[in-house]
């Protein structure tokens, strides 16, 4: 088991302390990895394209037949029995067999091939295409075939698993950065909550008016608003993270607040090679390997248009003793050689499969030039999306030093009586809009950077 799991496995158990560990993004990806559920169903297409290949290499298994024949009422009373194994290969589609006949009873003259000696006859051989399924035949086609498919499924859901860890990190960040949001609005809240205190004792003694404290009291209402809002945000990222984060047994898990963690610093942008990059995306690979298969099935339906000559050589030999007075052991070895040609007269069957595999072919070129072009898009555009937001946190930032330098300034003032408490919570809510700046700016360098480390096909760390 991961640590990652065995983390969530002490979860599931209810262990307290183990709650308050903050929640890191590895651990999310981990789950994601290993327990997210149409992973584990992509998974299993790989293992069935698996199936598939095995399925295909069983074209080449040996065979073995046998045939017993008897005519019990005849003038030609007689038995023969038949058994030949036969084993296909890839060797330019040649197939090797080995058999065993015998034949007892009585024979007619124009059968005289099927009589054997007494302990029957030996043979052995092969037939070789030379034309027509010689470079390439269908068992080989499906052979190749298969081996692109399973690897087509690998891919499928390597780009699963891309996409899926991107929208896991995109769903983390979210939620940390909501519980920053629910952060700065409690904090605002507890500032109007201790000047709600220190008012209603200036109020007291005449210090400041009345209506300065009922101001206060509607920003007070309207803030604890703003958290009630801020805690709905928290919960809604819960839930979004707790489809990616999962137990061992696979069930959601809603990560606890105590597991909350700031937002770190921005990551610098990695440095990338664009043709490597386009080079590594599952989603461009499976389509080089759809082209290949297509390939083998275009070439497959070329060579159908050639005449199919076979060649066969067979080596056979009697066993036991003849029906006439020789006595040796081993009848004469017989050497025999042949060949069929086969000519259609017509070829719209493998033409039409021709024209068929050929436009194929064009639409994976097609399909392979539009993924090329958009991964070359992405990669750009994320790289870019990054840039701009470590630029946004560092302007975010000095408008969050101001903002902070202005609001203790304006509190100042108002504790001098030289401003009111309007001008007061104004610049509060400046200073919360500036930190809200900087918490989207820190959200937005984060997915960025899982974005682009997706579109360059490097996973997430």
Same mark, same amino acid.
């Given at each position: 088991?991961?640590?990652?799991? $065995?983390?969530? #496995? ?23 990895? =290993? ?6 169903? $992509? ?9 598939? !290949? ?15 024949? &008897?005519?019990? +009422?005849?003038? %030609? ?25 015998? &034949? ?5 003259? %124009? ?37 692109? #498919?399973?690897?087509?499924? &690998? ?16 769903? %983390? ?34 210090? +400041? ?57 921005? @990551? ?12 590594? !995306? @599952? ?10 298969? $297509? ?40 050497? =025999?050689?042949? #060949? +069929? ?5 017509? %070829?719209?069957? @493998? ?80 200073? +919360? ?11 937005? #360098? ?10 360059? $096909?490097?996973?997430?760390?």
């Amino acid at each position: 088991m991961s640590p990652a799991l $065995a983390v969530l #496995a002490v979860l599931a158990a209810g262990d307290a302390p183990v709650k308050d560990v903050p929640l890191s993004l590895g651990e999310v990806v981990q789950a994601t990895r =290993e327990l997210y559920p149409s992973l584990l169903a $992509a998974q299993a297409d790989v293992e069935a394209a698996g199936g598939e !290949r095995l399925s295909a290499a069983g074209a080449f298994d040996p065979v073995w037949r046998t045939r017993v024949t &008897g005519v019990p +009422v005849s003038v %030609y009373p007689q038995v023969r029995v038949d058994s030949v194994i036969e084993a296909p290969t890839p060797l330019w589609g040649a197939t090797f067999f080995g058999g065993y006949r015998i &034949g007892r009873g009585k024979f007619q003259a %124009y059968y005289g091939e099927r009589e054997t000696w007494s302990a029957g006859e030996l043979r052995a051989g092969a037939v070789v295409p030379v034309l027509r399924n010689g470079p390439i035949d269908r068992r080989r086609a499906t052979e190749a075939r298969a081996v692109l #498919a399973q690897s087509i499924a &690998g891919l499928a859901r390597e780009q699963q698993e891309l996409e899926l860890l991107r929208l896991a990190s995109f769903r %983390y960040w979210e939620w940390v950065a909501a519980g920053m949001r629910r952060d700065v609005a409690r904090s605002l809240l507890v500032i109007a909550k201790e000047r709600d205190a220190q008012l209603a004792t200036r109020a007291r003694v005449g210090d +400041v008016a009345q209506f300065d404290r009922q101001d206060n009291t509607r920003a007070l209402v309207q803030r604890e608003a703003l958290l009630v809002q801020a805690q709905r945000g928290l919960d809604a990222a819960a839930f979004e993270l707790s489809l990616f984060l999962r137990d061992p047994k696979g069930e959601p898990v809603m990560p606890a607040e105590a597991r909350l963690v700031p937002l770190p610093d921005p @990551p610098p942008a990695p440095g990338f090679d664009l043709d490597a990059a386009l080079g590594r !995306r @599952p989603e461009v690979k499976r389509l080089i390997d759809q082209q290949k298969a $297509a390939e083998v099935e275009l070439r497959f339906q070329q060579n159908q248009l050639l005449p199919a000559l076979d060649l066969g050589v067979v080596v056979s030999g009697d066993l036991g003793t003849p029906n006439t007075s020789s006595l040796s052991p081993l009848g004469p070895a017989e050497l =025999e050689f042949n #060949a +069929v040609l086969d000519v259609p007269l017509l %070829y719209r069957a @493998p033409l039409g499969r021709i024209q068929a595999a050929r436009a194929a072919l064009g639409r994976l070129g097609l399909q392979l030039r539009l993924a090329r072009d958009r991964a070359a898009m992405e990669v750009n555009d994320s790289s870019s999306a990054l840039l701009a937001a470590r630029e946004r946190v560092v302007l975010a930032r000095r408008e969050v030093e101001v903002a902070l330098q202005l609001e203790n300034g304006e509190r100042k003032r108002f504790e001098l009586g030289d401003s009111s408490l309007l001008f007061v919570n104004l610049r509060e809510q400046t200073t +919360v809009e500036a930190k809200l700046r900087e918490i989207d700016a820190l959200l937005d #360098a984060h997915r960025a950077e899982a974005a682009l480390r997706a579109a360059l $096909a490097l996973g997430l760390k």
